[in-house]
């Protein structure tokens, strides 16, 4: 089956059915999930069948219509009611990328009050195509901005530009394109010479299993690398610079972004080498002031750090790797403050990580209490 160019879409043959792409099973096998209800959305959100910042919220946008859907024949109050516990069921399911949050609130404010069960229905579904669109539209201008710091490098350079990516902020985080991801396909496309440095990204490997794929996919020449080589490769000046995404970056600049991203940026400062964090508007929580303190980290369960995952003799396995009885520690995400940000790439453009910065990009979070 030839990959969809979503990661998540309404079933055209019937409107009432979201598919989206299996991600847990990549790269080894291509699968599209049908999704009828706003309590299968929460669950293949939680589960990770769909994952990354900007691909749950435009998913948390479509269980939102779903949700809707089930309220059809509600007198107005019951469906609100419903609507705002299927609300909340989505923005549990995963706590650090605030992309749900933003998401489900944002069709909350668009839907709830609505008499007419069919024009309820209308509107979920209108900004559920909305969220999903304006995804794809911020995702591409990032690329651009992002395009102008390879550029720079390879005019001063002459040479290949060696990139440095944590996790996966691909196309599969998103709905195209990915954020980190972005600038490499558009540097790619014009025919600039880069290479990307792929850390594995352990637990669940999501670098190695799907950047790789994607880059791959895209003929982007990669290496994955384990992620404790990312200290090596910096120090030795193998990267010219780092990018990641973000599940939440606070409005003065500090980035939540998956486990291990920290020690990327730490070490990448002590060699002077630029960290840079592409994130769209829906990612910046325009509440908080201080990551390390407020940004709630998910903790997931420990077999995922106790086993590894992979592909066998055409099975999926998941072999034990620890020592039989082990305590394990699964955090997802970690905080990188902003002093370790270089800058952040966003669909406005190109900004320092502080408060100013960003404010001055996105003045309306002034506002935000
Ligand atoms: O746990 P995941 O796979 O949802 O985490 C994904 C990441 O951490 C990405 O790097 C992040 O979402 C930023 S890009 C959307």
Redesign the pocket.
């Known amino acids: 089956m030839t990959p969809a160019s979503r990661t998540i879409w309404i079933d055209s043959d019937d409107p009432t059915v979201v598919v989206a792409i299996e991600?847990r099973l990549l790269p080894f096998e291509y699968v599209e999930v049908p999704i009828r209800t706003s309590s299968e959305m929460t669950q293949v959100i939680a589960d990770?069948v769909v994952?990354?910042?900007?691909?749950?919220g435009v998913s948390a946008g479509y269980g939102m219509y779903l949700a809707a859907l089930a309220t059809a024949h509600m007198d107005v109050t019951t469906a609100d009611e419903s609507l705002r516990r299927a609300g909340a069921e989505l923005e549990a399911s995963?706590p650090?990328?605030v992309?749900l949050t933003w998401a489900v609130q944002r069709q909350l404010g668009a839907i709830l009050g609505i008499e007419d069960g069919e024009e309820r229905i209308a509107a979920a579904k209108a900004l559920a195509e909305t969220i999903a669109d304006e995804d794809v539209a911020y995702c591409a201008a990032i690329g651009q901005h992002g395009l102008g710091i390879i550029e720079e490098i390879h005019e001063r350079t002459g040479e290949t530009v060696n990139i440095m990516t944590?996790?996966?902020?691909?196309w599969l985080?998103?709905v195209e394109h990915?954020?980190?991801t972005a600038p490499m396909y558009a540097a790619h496309k014009r025919g600039i010479p880069i290479h990307v440095y792929v850390s594995e990204?352990r637990p669940?490997n999501?670098g190695a299993r799907?950047t790789a794929w994607e880059l791959r996919q895209a003929g982007v020449p990669c290496t994955v690398i384990a992620d404790n080589s990312a200290g090596h490769l910096l120090q030795h000046g193998k990267v010219d610079f780092v990018i990641?995404?973000?599940?939440r970056t606070t409005v003065s600049g500090d980035v939540a972004?998956?486990?291990g991203?920290y020690m990327k940026a730490v070490v990448a400062k002590e060699n002077g080498v630029p960290f840079y964090a592409?994130?769209p508007s829906s990612?910046l929580d325009p509440l908080l002031h201080d990551g390390v303190a407020e940004i709630p980290i998910?903790e997931?369960d420990g077999t995922e750090v106790t086993r590894a995952t992979g592909y066998l003799n055409g099975e999926h396995v998941e072999p034990e790797t620890a020592a039989p009885g082990s305590n394990a520690a699964n955090f997802?995400?970690d905080v990188t403050p902003r002093r370790y940000v270089t800058g952040i790439i966003s669909e406005r453009g190109i900004c320092e990580a502080s408060e100013e910065a960003i404010l001055g990009l996105y003045p309306e979070f002034a506002d935000a209490k």
């Open positions: 991600q990770m994952r990354g910042a900007g691909c749950i995963r650090t990328a992309n944590h996790c996966n902020a691909g985080a998103f990915g954020t980190a990204t669940r999501q799907l990641v995404g973000s599940d972004n998956k486990i991203t592409a994130l990612t998910e997931r997802g995400f």
